[in-house]
């Protein structure tokens, strides 16, 4: 494989705003209140009167071994060789939700065309390594896309940058 692409979430920096969610669902023609390709979660920890509430924006983790892919029976899960992008065939999906059980993120959801997930935008005509919409419409740059190798070098300068000014901001998921 030539690149693994993937998502980096700034959890310091998102409000929960949903644009990332509005803008998965404008882009690729998803009706409101249909499935979600990305969904924005969240975290709430500590007890009153000192809560913390983290927000976490999730989509597929194109793994690097899918489980869902590995699993499905008529074969509709692949992982692309030239950039890592996990895609599905709905012509050949049978609805079976093995990938859905399957997935340690819970990240497939079905309609009526069967299994359906985020797929960095390809399927709306964005080239792997350009920004795909829910990036592009943060308004807090909280989502950041990207290979996998340089979004973790930019995670670890900005770990270096927190720790050496005592910023405590949480902050890092990359998928």
């Known amino acids: 494989m030539s690149k693994q692409y993937g998502f980096h979430v700034n959890t310091g920096r998102c409000i929960k705003c949903w644009a990332c969610e509005v803008a998965c669902k404008q882009w690729n023609g998803i009706q409101a209140g249909g499935i979600k390709r990305r969904t924005v979660h969240e975290i709430t920890t500590g007890t009153f009167p000192n809560v913390t509430r983290t927000f976490v924006s999730m989509?597929?983790?194109h793994c690097a071994e899918p489980a869902c892919a590995a699993v499905?029976?008529?074969?509709?899960?692949?992982k692309r060789a030239e950039d890592g992008i996990v895609v599905v065939d709905k012509s050949k999906c049978i609805g079976c939700h093995y990938c859905f059980f399957a997935?340690?993120?819970g990240i497939p959801q079905y309609d009526e065309n069967g299994m359906d997930k985020c797929d960095c935008c390809i399927g709306n005509g964005v080239t792997p390594g350009d920004t795909p919409h829910c990036v592009a419409t943060c308004p807090t740059q909280a989502l950041t896309f990207g290979p996998l190798d340089e979004l973790a070098a930019e995670v670890q300068e900005q770990k270096a940058l927190e720790m050496t000014t005592a910023d405590t901001n949480p902050s890092i998921i990359v998928s």
């Open 59 to 61: 989509a597929c983790m």
């Open 103 to 105: 997935c340690p993120f």
């Open 72 to 78: 499905c029976p008529a074969g509709a899960i692949t």
